[in-house]
């Protein structure tokens, strides 16, 4: 009888403890609308530790290439689904909506040697957040994406002019425009903050044209090992930044967001003395084969005579 009231006691306790769980989760549920997948969405929000402002991370996984699948995490922001444009204009699926799951947006049957702009947005009680960023699928035959960039898609827009091509990652020591805009027009002396992985902080200002020129910060350490995936699963030495701004319009207040990755910039000194290393040894190397070549030569023309 005492075993039983004690574990009757326990019994007590857990479910007293587990209501205001419940009572959290009815609440969160509320606050988003009473969605049946809120707290699903929930989990796609994501903290991240070294910046509070929104973003969308592509994330690649599967046992191999043939198996791989990317997709679209939100973080630091609460959507429903992703939207994706493609630089492909004629493409009747140019515009489409990803829905999410516990992994992400699932970013499948884009064609390669595309780009694609992806973007998430969360709107409530006033506030519109936005994270967008850029997903490269190939390296070759892809069209300008220019005109696609231009494209307005949000109300507040931060949108690189242009974006590099090759290997699709911005470099340090690299100087880089965005144009930032409201409802398609520029904004003019828009404050705009970054923020990198590698704990680069400032604030910049957009000129007259609403252009924003960044000059990506060289903020890798010499000993730094670190890898990112980056936006597209490269695993070269790299990091991530972001750029945010906010803007307010009558009663609602505007963020919005842009996330990529960029890499160490090939040509500082590390990289220069590693090439003129691997020179150095390349022509080491071929000493041994001048000299066999010299020495055959000389035996034919010994054995002319």
């Not at 969405?41 to 990317?70: E, I």
């Not at 470099?171 to 903050?193: H, I, M, S, T, Y």
């Amino acid at each position: 009888m005492i075993m039983i009231k004690k574990m009757n006691g326990v019994a007590i306790v857990l479910l007293a403890s587990a209501m205001p769980l419940a009572q959290a989760d009815d609440h969160a549920a509320m606050m988003h609308g009473g969605h049946d997948h809120a707290a699903m969405m929930g989990m796609q929000a994501k903290a991240v530790a070294w910046t509070s402002f929104p973003m969308l991370k592509t994330v690649t996984s599967g046992a191999s290439r043939n198996l791989a699948v990317t997709s679209a995490v939100p973080q630091n922001i609460v959507v429903a689904s992703v939207d994706a444009w493609s630089n492909d204009l004629q493409d009747e699926h140019a515009h489409r909506q990803l829905t999410l799951d516990m992994s992400g947006a699932k970013l499948v049957n884009f064609a390669n040697g595309g780009f694609y702009w992806l973007s998430g947005r969360e709107e409530q009680a006033g506030k519109v957040q936005v994270a967008s960023t850029v997903y490269y699928n190939g390296e070759r035959s892809a069209k300008d994406p220019t005109a696609m960039f231009m494209q307005q898609k949000q109300e507040l827009e931060i949108i690189p002019l242009p974006f590099p091509k090759e290997h699709s990652r911005y470099r340090a020591k690299e100087d880089w425009k965005f144009v930032v805009r409201f409802n398609g027009k520029p904004l003019a002396n828009q404050k705009v903050e970054l923020e990198t992985t590698n704990g680069s902080k400032s604030e910049l200002v957009t000129d007259a044209l609403g252009i924003l020129a960044l000059h990506v910060p060289d903020d890798f350490k010499a000993e730094s090992g670190q890898t990112t995936a980056g936006n597209h699963g490269h695993d070269m030495a790299g990091a991530e930044f972001v750029l945010a701004t906010n803007h307010a319009e009558g009663d609602r207040n505007y963020l919005t967001a842009f996330n990529s990755s960029y890499g160490k910039n090939a040509f500082d000194n590390r990289s220069i003395a590693l090439g003129l290393g691997f020179t150095v040894l390349g022509m080491i190397g071929a000493v041994p084969l001048l000299r066999q070549r010299k020495s055959g030569r000389q035996n034919r023309e010994v054995g002319d005579a």
